[in-house]
């Protein structure tokens, strides 16, 4: 059996797995030689069993290695006929996991384990590298901090390294275009996609970018509006630190870097997933609690990339958050109303109160409980959706900061405007989304309307889900 520091990666299968010796005996020894790659794919395969089948179960697994000059298959596996699929040049691998039925539970590991890279981490050439990450709508109708949307509107980060000697600071040079130009910061210890990067790098004992590396972000995320700009920047980031220093994270454990970050999961999950998506946050320490209410991607204090202080920085605990991608409905698109102020995260924060009345948490809860079926279903209730997105929890609180906000809400129905859905608040605002199968260009133009009696201007734009999430490419 490799030791742990064979790669992080099989640290988490050591914890996780509650019966790790009974794990040796099974996949060690004569069964599968002394082929750490299979080894270490196989401790995997039974910390995910374990988790899904009574832990009394793990003695009919079954491990069957075969060879073949690309992979290194370990399967089938007990009932759930579990596949893992792994690279044999390297022992440490990026797994691919999915399952022989669509019907088998195992399914939903296919899209939470996978590698948002190739399969081989270590001989991918991270030279000439692209990740697009999308947009996100979060706080969805009475989802306050729980359901989020991708939406298509892409971040795009490139990346160049050359292996020659430079003189920037910290091997690196960024330059930027799109929203913000001209105010977002371009040094890395100060730009919150690089400092992000550092950040993950340097959990991994990397203190600086490979020299020499440029990045160049092009970022069409309207700032401060309620898109989501913040964490898809910590996603980019994530990935970007990934990718640069060849560490091989699932997005599993992405989503634990991003989460140390960026304390809303429903943004980044999103982000990171793509989709429509539920999202919860495990207990956290005292210490993290303390500064969950403004994300640390607003903060982002030294060592965790900033300017090297030679300290390690905190890493993030295992699992953090999850989620769960829900179905939805192809004909439902999303009208982004984006008006031409921003609204602070910690300012949309200060206006809510310390504690809810039971008949407005049971109001949400009865509403949250219907609203991802309802949006899932084809063809789509809009009577029923529109019902399901109601809110007391944070849309009430934030009218005085968004003027004309009660007006349109109250306001835009299905009645009154056919082809709509549902109607919200974009995260923390302002921006408004309306959800609608059709008419939009007469739905946008009431809410700019509605708007331009406050004397605001707005923008909008019609999106679709980005149901692919975060996707890397190479050149």
């Given amino acids: 059996m490799p030791t742990p520091d064979v790669n992080p990666c099989l640290e988490i299968a050591c914890v996780e797995l509650t019966n790790v010796a009974k794990a040796v005996q099974i996949i060690g020894g004569p069964l599968l030689g002394n082929n750490p790659t299979a080894i270490w794919a196989s401790l995997i395969a039974l910390c995910h069993f374990e988790r899904l089948v009574k832990p009394a179960r793990i003695h009919k697994f079954q491990v069957t290695p075969k060879l073949s ?219 993290d609690t303390s500064r969950k209410e403004i994300p640390l991607s607003e903060v982002l204090p030294e060592p965790a990339g900033g300017l090297d202080t030679g300290l390690p920085p905190p890493e993030p605990p295992l699992g953090i958050g999850h989620y769960m991608k829900f179905p939805w409905a192809p004909e439902i698109k999303a009208i982004a109303i984006i008006p031409h102020f921003e609204v602070a995260t910690a300012k949309a924060r200060s206006v809510l109160p310390d504690s809810y009345s039971r008949a407005d948490v049971v109001f949400n809860l009865q509403r949250i409980a219907l609203l991802p079926l309802a949006l899932g279903r084809s063809p789509p209730d809009a009577e029923q959706i529109y019902l399901a997105m109601q809110d007391k929890v944070h849309q009430p609180y934030r009218q005085g900061l968004i003027p004309g906000l009660p007006e349109i809400l109250q306001s835009v129905t299905p009645k009154s405007h056919p082809g709509l859905c549902g109607i919200c608040l974009s995260g923390a605002g302002p921006t408004i989304l309306a959800l609608a199968t059709e008419n939009f260009d007469g739905i946008a133009k009431v809410i700019l309307d509605m708007f331009a009696k406050k004397d605001i201007k707005c923008d909008w734009k019609l999106l679709e889900p980005a149901e692919e999430g975060t996707t890397v490419s190479y050149s």
């Fill in 69 to 287: 000059s690309d992979f290194v298959v370990v399967g089938p596996v007990g009932e759930a006929q579990l596949m893992i699929i792994c690279p044999s040049t390297s022992p440490l691998p990026a797994l691919f996991i999915g399952a022989s039925s669509p019907q088998s539970p195992l399914q939903k590991f296919n899209d939470h384990n996978k590698c948002v890279q190739t399969p081989d981490p270590q001989t991918t050439d991270p030279s000439n590298t692209a990740a697009e990450v999308p947009c996100s709508s979060a706080n969805i109708g009475p989802g306050f901090d729980v359901i989020g949307l991708a939406l298509s509107i892409w971040l795009e980060v490139r990346v160049d390294i050359r292996d020659t000697p430079t003189q920037a600071p910290i091997n690196f040079t960024v330059t930027y275009e799109g929203e913000g130009a001209g105010e977002v910061p371009l040094s890395a210890d100060s730009n919150l996609i690089t400092r992000t990067a550092l950040y993950v790098l340097r959990c991994h004992g990397q203190r600086a970018f490979p020299a020499e590396t440029k990045v160049h972000i092009t970022n069409p995320i309207p700032l401060g509006r309620g898109l989501g700009s913040s964490g898809a920047a910590v996603v980019a980031g994530v990935v970007l630190g990934n990718e640069v220093g060849k560490l091989g994270l699932t997005k599993a454990r992405m989503l634990d870097y991003c989460l140390m970050i960026e304390r809303h999961p429903d943004n980044v999950a999103a982000a990171l997933y793509g989709g429509f998506v539920g999202t919860y946050l495990n207990d956290l320490s005292p210490e």
